[in-house]
């Protein structure tokens, strides 16, 4: 089992940056594919984005393709979500996702929240206009 805990989530203006952190416990990150999800008040949990195991191939919501940017650091055991230019539809709770259900890392099913077998608490992100 892996336990995740994210962090970095605050109020920022529109225009501004933020990086987000979801720590995972455990020896054996490097096994699972990883994802970030955001769900906003009064709407459904969606996919932001996903990172295979290695960090080599990644994919990100067309809403947050050229400003989101997903990486990981297994060494560090932690993946990350670099947000730029934040606007106001962005703000919601994102939430970190880990799975080793996927034999293998892909674009589709990677965005799927059923893959996931493990989701952290959330971290909120508040964009100001």
């Known amino acids: 089992q892996v336990q995740l805990v994210e962090s970095g989530g605050e109020l920022v203006q529109a225009g501004g940056s933020l990086r987000l952190s979801c720590a995972a416990s455990?020896?054996?990150?490097?096994?699972?594919?990883m994802g970030w999800f955001r769900q906003a008040p009064g709407k459904e949990r969606e996919f932001v984005a996903s990172?295979?195991?290695?960090?080599?191939?990644?994919t990100h919501a067309d809403s947050v393709k050229g400003r989101f940017t997903i990486s990981r650091d297994n060494a560090k055991t932690t993946v990350y979500l670099q947000m730029n230019s934040l606007r106001p539809e962005d703000t919601a709770v994102y939430y970190c996702?880990?799975?080793?259900?996927?034999?293998?890392?892909?674009?589709?099913?990677?965005?799927?929240?059923?893959?996931?077998?493990?989701w952290g608490q959330g971290t909120q992100v508040t964009v100001s206009s």
């Open positions: 990172v295979s195991r290695t960090g080599d191939s990644t």
């Open positions: 996702a880990a799975t080793t259900r996927v034999r293998y890392w892909s674009s589709t099913t990677s965005r799927q929240p059923l893959v996931y077998d493990y």
């Open positions: 455990g020896r054996t990150f490097s096994s699972y594919v």
